[in-house]
């Protein structure tokens, strides 16, 4: 069962001390990234909650808003030893590199989480609620991410299905088109050199190796096998986005030689038809973690 990058978390919770919505949503990326946008009070646990949801969720692009409304009022004062401290190293960092450029500002200061602190705030049961929020809110993200996946997972079985369809139709095709080929050939050189004397197994020979350059029947055979691997991927309970996107690679490698090697316009059809498919794969996985 693949899971998508894709999908949305939400939950709301209160207690006696405040009201917390927590907002996840989550796209593709090949990396893990991570936006968060919280009020002053609750800033302080954004390296935690990062670590949650990578933990959980593994690879995307994660944003999270967090909206908080207090029952009584929060009153929310300044740690004034922790601003001198930001204060004298703004100093220290000035004298070592000789900068005269001014001390650190006023808008960079209140930008800083830690010199906030709430009063009479209940932190450490804002905290618990708060948590549970997010807890909840990823649960929901990976149901989220599971349903996605599941449509996913159902569109590619589709296209792969075409894939092998005109494989099969490739297939039956070279079967007969090795001695369509060497017919073909032969003709074509008899009507060329009709009043030389040439050695018959010397022509056949060379005939035979022209042949050979263009036979497909490797390419076939390692087709088949990608497209079994990729149908294995999709059962899997582990992360096989990357995988998968390895795979497609080696699909499109053997396709692309066999439409090069392959004279036969039916064969040359079918190939086209196979990357066509290959590029709608391509944007579905994606999407898959």
Known sequence: MIK?????????????????????????????????????????????????????????????????????????????????DYMNVSKQIQSLTKNTMEELS???????????????DNCELIKELYFECVDGAIIELNNSRMNEGKNIESSLKENIKTLE?????????????????LDRYNDKINNMIKDLDLDKSRLYQEIAIMIEKKDINEELVRLQSHLNTLKKYL???????????????????????????????????????????LEKIREQAQNIL
């Open 235 to 277: 059962d899997s309970n582990s992360e096989v986005g990357k995988k998968i996107n390895f795979m497609l690679q080696e699909v499109g490698r053997e396709i692309n030689t066999i439409s090069s090697k392959c004279s036969n316009i039916d064969i040359t059809h079918a190939a086209l038809n196979m990357k066509n498919e």
């Open 165 to 181: 369809d005109e494989l099969e139709i490739i297939l039956n095709i070279s079967k007969v088109n090795v001695n369509n080929e």
């Open 4 to 84: 998508s990058m894709t999908g949305y978390g939400e939950l709301k919770k209160e207690n006696e001390y405040a009201y917390i919505n927590v907002q996840i949503q989550s796209l593709n990326s090949r990396f893990f990234d991570f936006y968060i946008k919280t009020g002053k009070i609750l800033s302080v646990y954004d390296n935690e909650i990062r670590n949650k949801i990578k933990r959980s969720c593994a690879r995307g692009n994660f944003q999270l808003k967090i909206s908080i409304d207090f029952h009584s009022k929060q009153e929310i004062t300044i740690d004034q030893d922790k601003i001198l």
């Open 106 to 120: 006023i808008d960079k200061l209140m930008s800083m989480s830690d010199i906030y602190k709430a009063e009479n």
